[in-house]
């Protein structure tokens, strides 16, 4: 038998390198994106896993005999001669000029919707999904999934550069950690077992071993309404971190954070900026309110009346991003000292007034993309706190190990990554930034 040693072999030409292989011939391989057939030659477009490439097929230079067998979504690999010339303003262009066409595999059905345009033209939002293993191949569609992979990148590098770990924890939990309604229950042989809602009581327990944890993993929220900004599975970036001085120092890691991934967007993520004309904000420094002052602003500036005292609804959260631009310029704003009724077991509520947490809401754009705190690190304090919420203490009785046995004083946050990318490109539905939705109506594809 032969023995596989790991040589990786890259016999494809990316079209990065197009230039360092002027006049030589090379091979790419995709899909046949488009044929534009001329008058004695054809332009045919080969989609590759990151852009597409225009290839130039003449009966006298190539081998291959162009016929009506090769179609749009054939998987081909293609061989030719890198040729270069300019444009209309002077920038080099390169194509290649087909020796040879070989036909991978050909598809068994033409595709239902038109995928080779920019990007796909009038197509309702639904027809999209419910064609996502094919919609996405459109060149606007996958830019969205790549960008959003430099988001939670960003995070990631970050994060590491600061001297987090990264975790991995449980999805089937034997508790809701974030209270309310919106747990799914799990048929776990003969016991009663949930869908994590957050990672949040593991990674407060690893903060006892690591002091600074993150995880970028999905979670699971039974949203019982169809909401532009709802799903009941989305991909949470989170972090903890232990010895913090105060709950400024998360506030702190999150605005590092969300330079460096703006910024990385900017310059790795350029060509899938320039397709989704995305907006990339521009952060230098944060504003931060207290949760009754941007009540009062809303109330009195804006003349509206909150139905409720202890949270925002979304025109709220949308009059506070307003506010945010017209004041600060910032495309962001955070919203700290929520009601402790409104914050989960695990907040601190904030000593100088207990009514109110030493937690925070970051929004962007005037929707909320982050919740985060502190935490009560004191087992006794955090006893009590549960009990005075009715929580059963015995139920969290692993949770509680991090308290019983020493913490220290933590926080951390949660982002949620669809949110986040949702705003970063202006769409007005979570699903148009989730490759595959979970919704109350949607278990497919
Ligand atoms: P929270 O429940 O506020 O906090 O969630 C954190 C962030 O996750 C996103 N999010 C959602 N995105 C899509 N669909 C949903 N159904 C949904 N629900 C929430 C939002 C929100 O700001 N454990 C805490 C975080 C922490 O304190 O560390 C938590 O999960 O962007």
Known sequence: MDKINGTIINENVAFADFKNHDGEVVSIAGYVHRIREMTGFAFIIIRTAKETIQCVYAPEFSDYRLDEKLCEEACVKVYGKVVSSK??????????????????????EQLPIVINKKQLDNIQLNTVLDLRPVSMRNPKERAIFKLQEGIARGFREFLMKNGFTEIRSPKINYAGAEGGTNVFKLDYFDKQVYLAQSPQLYKQALVGVFQRVFEIAPVFRAEHHDTSRHLNEYTSMDFEMGFINGFEDIMNMETGALKYIMNLLKTEYAEEVEILHADIPEITEIPAIKFMDAKKII?????????????????????????????????????????????????????????????????????????????IHDYHAQVEKMKKLGTNPEDFETYLMLHKYGAPPHGGLGIGLERLTMHLLGFKNVREATMFPRDINRVTP
């Open 87 to 108: 444009d209309a303003k002077g920038n080099d262009r390169y194509e290649l000029q087909i020796h040879d066409i070989k036909i991978l595999s050909l598809p068994a």
């Open 299 to 375: 109330m009195e500036k804006f003349k509206y009346t909150p139905s409720d005292m202890k949270d925002f609804d979304p025109h709220e959260e949308e009059l506070l991003g307003k506010y945010a631009k017209k004041e600060f310029n910032s495309d962001f704003i955070f919203i700290t000292h929520y009601p402790s009724k409104k914050r989960p077991f695990y907040t601190m509520d904030d000593p100088a007034d207990p009514e109110y947490t030493l937690s925070f809401d970051l929004l962007f754009r005037g929707l909320e993309i982050t919740s985060g705190g502190q935490r």
